[in-house]
């Protein structure tokens, strides 16, 4: 991926104003995201990379962690699961709304449960068996490196929920490394195993764009509950090809996401300036 000062001049030289945050929804940005359907990469790694001041991390924090309860909220109401990618992106656009800059990251992640649970490990494996959009997704919104409000709801085995956070706003976690067990299911380890790939090119192969996002979005841990342990590798980016208005993936009791906006979240989110 470019430099934080070469996807700046790319901007530029192709007339993409960056002043606000969704500038991917501009025409130009939309033009050149044709020619290269990895070209929101570098929005992502904008967000990621560009100064905030003390002011603005203060309000966003605000902000983001309202719009975040409140969605939960009406996540468990709506009772979806495996709603991640779509939840993810309403979020987004709620918050771009406000003048919150983020980022949809699309991964896997890996829990590991105390030894006193009894609970094995669960993984979100981004290359598995069966159709699915992403097996995980969650935000990159500063102050916060994750903001994740569904990994709860989601469906376990066990005991395995009483150890996960409702919602996850880190600032920091631990950084890590992603591992072949960590993106990719046993099961498709295998089946290219016995397709005569290496073992070292797996990742390579079956996650394309993971280096490149990982340049700005490092594989993180971050607690759970009760030492539960959260492992989050991004392998790509994402973003919600229409703007709040004109989402329809999700119901919430005969709203849709831009009505549910409009009546619950409008007037009681601030708007950042900075």
């Known amino acids: 991926m470019k430099s934080y000062k ?43 990379s560009r100064a905030y001041s003390k002011e603005y ?11 975040s309860k409140m969605l939960h909220e009406h996540l468990k109401k709506n009772g979806r699961q495996g709603a991640c990618v779509d939840i993810t992106g309403i979020l987004a656009r709620i918050l771009e709304k406000h003048g919150v800059w983020c980022a949809c990251i699309k991964g896997s992640c890996t829990i590991e449960f105390p030894a006193s649970s009894n609970e094995e490990k669960t993984h979100f494996w981004s290359v598995d068996q069966g159709e699915f959009a992403a097996a995980h997704s969650w935000l990159f919104a500063p102050p916060f490196n994750i903001v994740d409000i569904t990994i709860r709801e989601q469906d376990y085995s066990g005991k395995k929920k009483s150890y996960i956070p409702k919602i996850v706003l880190d600032k920091k976690g631990s950084n890590s490394k992603a591992e072949i067990e960590d993106i990719i299911s046993p099961s498709i380890v295998t089946n290219l195993r016995m397709r005569g790939i290496p073992t070292e090119e797996l990742l390579e192969l079956s996650a394309t764009q993971m280096i490149d996002v990982q340049q700005y979005f490092p594989v993180k841990i971050v607690d759970g509950i009760n030492g539960t342990k959260l492992k989050y590798c991004p392998v790509a980016i994402h973003a919600s090809e229409e703007p709040l208005e004109g989402i329809k993936n999700m119901n919430f009791r005969g709203k849709t996401p831009y009505k549910l906006y409009t009546k619950y979240f409008k007037e009681k989110l601030g708007t950042i300036n900075a």
């Not at 991390?57 to 719009?67: G, Q």
């Open 6 to 48: 070469e996807i700046v001049e790319d901007f530029n030289s192709k007339g993409i104003p960056v002043e606000q945050p969704n500038f991917y929804d501009h025409p130009n940005f939309i033009a050149a995201e044709r020619e290269d359907p990895s070209y929101l990469n570098n929005y992502a790694a904008f967000v990621a």
């Open 57 to 67: 991390l203060e309000e966003s924090k605000i902000i983001i962690t309202t719009a």
